[in-house]
């Protein structure tokens, strides 16, 4: 099992540098992305909160998205995974947000994705989507893969604003 404050060591290092503030709207890693970014001593620098928004009822309960932002998007796609990322980020007044959204396993969901689908964005001064495809069905390490791939993603980007 990968050591959750090893994960997120170096992103939470430039946060708290940068004395910058992140906020987490997360689907299928059902909090673990959360769990990483605050297992490093001092987190409460930088982490602001985050919303676990595995359904439609909890992204409009938790992050206010209306119903007309939902206009020709589909969960567990790049736009919604923006549209998360730009709404906790309002909703929590943060420099940064990392969304993701997808399907763990062992099955697809009933958008048509595979297990092992996941889109993930981030949201501030530098913004960025990607979509993971692992190709397994093995729900917990694809949540693994999914957290690793938000965090390097974040720290991309988090570099990147540096520049």
Not at 18 to 30: I, K, R, Y
Not at 32 to 46: D, E
Not at 70 to 85: F, V
Request: aromatic fraction near 4%; hydrophobic fraction near 40%; glycine fraction near 10%.
């Amino acid at each position: 099992m990968p050591d959750l404050t090893s994960m997120s060591a170096s992103v939470g290092a430039l946060l708290k540098e940068g004395e910058q503030t992140l906020a987490v709207s997360e689907s299928s890693c059902g909090g673990l992305l959360s769990a990483a970014l605050v297992a490093v001593p001092g987190a409460s620098a930088y982490y602001v909160g985050g919303a676990v928004c595995y359904t439609r009822t909890a992204q409009q309960g938790l992050l206010d998205v209306p119903e007309a932002a939902m206009a020709g998007i589909r969960a567990s796609s790049e736009p919604y995974a923006q549209l998360n990322a730009r709404a906790v980020r309002e909703q929590l007044g943060t420099t940064w947000a990392v969304s993701e959204t997808g399907a763990s396993g062992p099955t697809g969901n009933r958008y048509g994705d595979s297990a092992g689908h996941a889109c993930i964005a981030v949201a501030g001064p530098v913004e960025k989507v990607i979509t993971v495809e692992t190709g397994q069905a093995d729900r917990e390490a694809n949540m693994w893969v999914f957290v690793q791939a938000a965090l390097d993603l974040l720290e991309q980007c988090v570099q990147e604003s540096r520049q």
